[in-house]
């Protein structure tokens, strides 16, 4: 199983990113995928997450500035962030495991985050005011 993050950059208050998570052999019907993110000295944030049957969830802390979407053709997640502030700095991670069942989890839970398996290795995202 592969997880790839991508797009993370640098932006101005107010602005927007897109990032990018290509996953690859995880079974066709059975995964979930998640964005998370980790300030430092902090446990990682789960934000989104997507089950296998195209079921997304969007946590609430970011509802209404974050939106997540798969790609119709390919296995890549995305991560729409918008209305971006200093406090969005972060690394941000994308995480996946061949289990439906995690992603039934409470996003905000230890659990989700413990159940995910595979991780890239993170994207940085900076906002500067």
């Known amino acids: 199983v592969h997880v790839v993050e991508s797009g993370g950059g640098a932006v101005q208050t107010g602005g927007s990113l897109r990032l990018s998570c290509g996953f690859s052999?995880?079974?066709?019907?059975?995964?979930?995928v998640a964005w998370f993110r980790q300030f430092p000295g902090k446990e990682r944030q789960a934000l989104a997450k997507l089950r296998a049957n195209g079921q997304t969830y969007v946590a609430e802390p970011v509802q209404g500035r974050f939106t997540t979407s798969k790609d119709a053709n390919e296995n890549i997640l995305y991560l729409q962030m918008n209305d971006l502030t200093p406090d969005d700095t972060a690394q941000y991670y994308c995480a996946a495991v061949a289990s439906s069942e995690v992603c039934s989890y409470d996003i905000r839970s230890n659990t989700f985050r413990l159940g995910m398996r595979y991780w890239g290795t993170g994207t940085m995202v900076t906002i500067s005011s």
């Open positions: 052999g995880l079974p066709a019907v059975t995964y979930c």
